[in-house]
């Protein structure tokens, strides 16, 4: 089995910048690629920004420039670091991330239990 646990969310104030982790356990071989998705109150749920195996990575217009994307394979990590937050950042955070479980390629995929970020003040 593969645990997500997600941390570093809270409330900042316009301006400010929270970084968000991502920590995978259990039973698998190596990280493979994350990526965060947001979901604000009456919204549907947005992907934020994307890194692949190979730490290419990817984000949605409203974020490129404040966010950045990472991760540590070594800490079996998901990272995302978030500057200049924005009121209408405010949203709870999710992260999913593929783990390769098997050598002969099998993956597995699953959703952190998401984290809260508000930003007001």
């Known amino acids: 089995q593969v645990q997500l646990v997600e941390s570093g969310g809270g409330l900042v104030q316009p301006g400010g910048s929270l970084r968000l982790s991502c920590a995978a356990s259990?039973?698998?071989?190596?990280?493979?690629?994350g990526d965060w998705y947001r979901q604000a109150p009456g919204k549907k749920r947005e992907l934020v920004a994307a890194i692949t195996i190979s730490g290419d990575t990817s984000y949605a217009d409203s974020v490129k420039g404040r966010f950045t994307i990472s991760k540590d394979n070594a800490k079996n990590t998901v990272f995302l670091q978030m500057n200049s937050l924005k009121p209408e950042d405010t949203a709870v955070y999710y992260c999913n991330v593929d783990v390769l479980t098997h050598q002969d390629g099998q993956t597995w995929s699953g959703w952190g239990q998401g984290t809260q970020v508000t930003v007001s003040g």
């Open positions: 259990g039973s698998f071989l190596r990280l493979y690629s």
